[in-house]
């Protein structure tokens, strides 16, 4: 067991056939069985798994590394900088595009997705999609804050933290110390921004799904 358990990759291959086990147990004995509601329940898997992945490592990043470097011996930080950060970030900004591509994806497949990225105001009526504010539809507010905020933090992600991490990681070189600073110091305020608009974020996309799912 020791030894299957220090390997991650087959821990992961086990984990995520057990958990196509439970999902297959799902379509066999829903109502509908391997249906539409079983396909848009497979893919909030999928974006809820990719979301855990993403704020976890941005929460790791803020609570762990950037709080704990100023603090790790000089001899010892390029093993952070060299192989620790790089890795972490490579599964940080993948996570941030799968999440917000099965999130839209999600939006697409329960229809909601246009009244939620403008925040109620487009209906669909007979004619298509008609301009203007329903206090019926007052509910696309919050789901449409919780998707702007995580657009917002995937774009932070891929062109203002990673940009900037390249060069303070030292992974595009040709860079002063200067330089390098300061690229350490804007990618650390915009992964605070980051975690500043998680918790928002999290609340309104988790309390939809409750109140109004």
């Known amino acids: ?36 509601i079983f396909l848009t329940a497979s893919l909030r898997w999928a974006h809820v798994l990719s979301g855990v992945l993403w704020i976890g490592l941005l929460y790791y990043f803020n609570f762990v ?3 704990v470097m100023p ?12 192989y620790i950060a790089p890795e972490a970030l490579f599964w940080f900004r993948y996570a941030a595009l799968f999440t917000v591509v099965f999130g839209l994806a999600l939006a697409w497949m329960r229809g909601y997705i246009v009244q939620a990225l403008s925040f ?13 504010f329903d206090k019926a539809n007052a509910q696309f507010i919050f789901i449409g804050v919780g998707m702007w905020l995580g657009l917002i933090m995937f ?50 996309m988790a309390m939809y799904q409750t109140i109004f799912g």
């Open 120 to 132: 109620g105001f487009a209906s669909l009526g007979s004619a298509g999609y008609v301009f203007g």
């Open 1 to 36: 067991m020791a030894g299957f358990l220090s390997n991650l990759r087959n821990v992961m291959i086990v984990s995520l056939l057990l958990a196509v086990l439970v999902m297959v147990g799902f379509g066999i004995h829903s109502p509908g069985g391997f249906d539409v």
């Open 71 to 82: 603090d790790i011996p000089a001899d010892l930080k390029p093993a952070v900088s060299k």
């Open 65 to 67: 590394q950037i709080r």
């Open 155 to 204: 774009f932070n992600v891929w062109h203002m933290i990673w940009p900037a991490q390249k060069i303070a990681l030292g992974i595009r070189e040709g860079f002063t110390p200067e330089q390098k600073a300061a690229a350490a110091k804007k990618a650390m305020i915009f992964s605070r921004i980051n975690t500043l608009l998680s918790l928002p974020m999290l609340a309104s």
